[in-house]
């Protein structure tokens, strides 16, 4: 079974620019979250998302927002990027069920670089 | 607001030597407890997970203990080796009509050979 992918890898925007990153879950996984890794603030969640609808939503401005698709393929978007948006934006998914399918398996991320 | 506090920020053993990180979570509603291993340039790796009507799971070298009452859970890996080096983070996570996992802020294990 293949693991959770996350196009681009890398991406380089300016300032005042914004961005889409992309996540591809694991077949049959319906609950996407997405995490902003920093080496000051470590991992912080940003939104969870489950057959196309956002369930849970961290404490980020709201320049930072996701959506869902039928397929379960998740993108976020952040706009108007400033210089601390630079960060590893992590992807991870859950078959999310039922508070017992919790187990959350990360994609490789998205290196994102402000400008 | 619920947060996750993880000790210590660096470990250093030798091959062979067992290693233990501990945690402590605030939010009473917490009822999973992931750990993660994190390799450099990869995302978090999910390497071993406990609900909280368990208080003890073993798998081979690594083991987690929780502590409901007092809010703990801890990590333990015995007979450490090089490929143990990483950078290893607790979670804690309720579901309320959806999942929010908060992490610990991460413990850098060096295992020299």
């Known amino acids: 079974k293949a693991g959770v992918t996350q196009t681009p890898r890398y991406l380089i925007k300016t300032r005042g620019q914004q961005v889409t990153l992309s996540c591809s879950p694991i077949?049959?996984?319906?609950?996407v979250s997405w995490y902003q890794q920093t080496p000051g603030q470590g991992l912080q969640f940003l939104f969870e998302?489950?057959?196309?609808?956002?369930?849970n939503k961290g404490n980020f401005p709201g320049r930072f927002s996701g959506r869902q698709f039928s397929n379960s393929r998740s993108e976020m978007n952040v706009s108007t990027l400033e210089l601390g948006d630079s960060a590893l934006y992590l992807c991870?998914?859950?078959?999310?069920?039922?508070?017992?399918?919790?187990?959350?398996?990360f994609g490789p991320g998205t290196r994102l670089t402000v400008t | 607001g619920e947060n996750v506090e993880q000790h210590p920020s660096t470990l250093s053993v030798q091959e062979g030597d067992s290693a233990v990180i501990k945690c402590t979570y605030s939010?009473?509603?917490?009822?999973?407890f992931p750990w993660y291993k994190q390799e450099l340039g990869k995302g978090p790796q999910l390497i071993i997970d406990?609900?909280?009507?368990?208080g003890e799971k073993k798998d081979q070298r690594i083991a987690v203990t929780l502590n409901k009452t007092a809010k703990h859970f801890s990590l333990h890996i015995t007979e450490t080796q090089p490929e143990d080096s990483a950078v290893y983070f607790c979670?804690?996570?309720?579901?309320?009509?959806?999942?929010?996992?908060?992490f610990g802020a991460g413990t850098r294990l060096f295992v020299k050979a």
């Open positions: 979670a804690a996570s309720a579901y309320t009509g959806g999942f929010k996992t908060i």
């Open positions: 939010d009473s509603a917490s009822n999973y």
């Open positions: 077949s049959g996984h319906r609950s």
């Open positions: 991870a998914s859950s078959a999310g069920f039922s508070g017992s399918d919790h187990e959350q398996y």
């Open positions: 406990i609900r909280s009507n368990v």
């Open positions: 998302y489950f057959s196309e609808t956002q369930r």
